[in-house]
């Protein structure tokens, strides 16, 4: 995945089984995300995550929150390799950690989130199984811009998602995941061409 002139750079951040990152993978081997993927890191050593980036051929780094005093500290590190890797934009997928306002502030509107539910609704650790059990009949994923509020930030893409009479918290699950895995490349890759204009908390979407 070698840098074309005018292509960026970015990193995925994961924790966990790395079903979005997958799906970023074979999207940017598709030429359906026109970005250069340079690195992936994981907080945690046994992510399913880092091993779908070595079997792409992309650097694959686990960094070890343990190592480091505090979050920030931690951050600065993540922040280095980032820089080594000359990454203009960050793609958390499944990353379990809250960012510091440092993180933040360097990459200021160029960190993007997928969470499983429509925000502002069900923010949070198990917003899946959160919206299954209030008994919406509506939810789906939103990819956002990452600001320092959890799960807030102005809305990229949202996509919907029916709660039938006979879906399981499993099923429900399959179908968010799946949708997931549809609008986040899409989403990265308008971001990547300049797509994207940001007012406010509105984002912009020109064709
Ligand atoms: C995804 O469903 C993502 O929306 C969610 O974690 C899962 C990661 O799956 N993220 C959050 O809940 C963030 N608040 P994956 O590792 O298979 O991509």
Known sequence: ????????????????????LLAIIKAVKAGKVRADLKIVISDKKDAFALEH?????????????????????????????????????VVLAGYMRLLSVHFIQQFHNRILNIHPSLLPSFKGMHAIRDAFDHGVKVTGPTVHIVVEAM????IIIQEPVRIEPDD??????????????????????????GKLKIEGRRVIISA
Do not use: C, W
């Open 168 to 193: 399981t918290l499993e099923s429900l699950e399959e179908k968010i995941h799946h949708a997931e895995h549809r609008i986040y490349p899409q989403a990265i890759d308008l971001f990547a061409r």
């Open 1 to 20: 995945m070698s840098k074309e002139q005018g292509i960026l750079n970015f990193a995925v951040l994961a924790s966990g089984r790395g079903g979005n």
């Open 53 to 89: 980036a070595r079997q792409a051929g992309v650097p694959a780094v686990h960094i070890n929150p343990k190592d480091f005093p505090d979050r920030e500290s931690f951050d600065r590190a993540v922040i280095d390799r980032l820089h080594e890797s000359q990454v203009d934009f």
């Open 151 to 154: 799960d807030d930030g102005p």
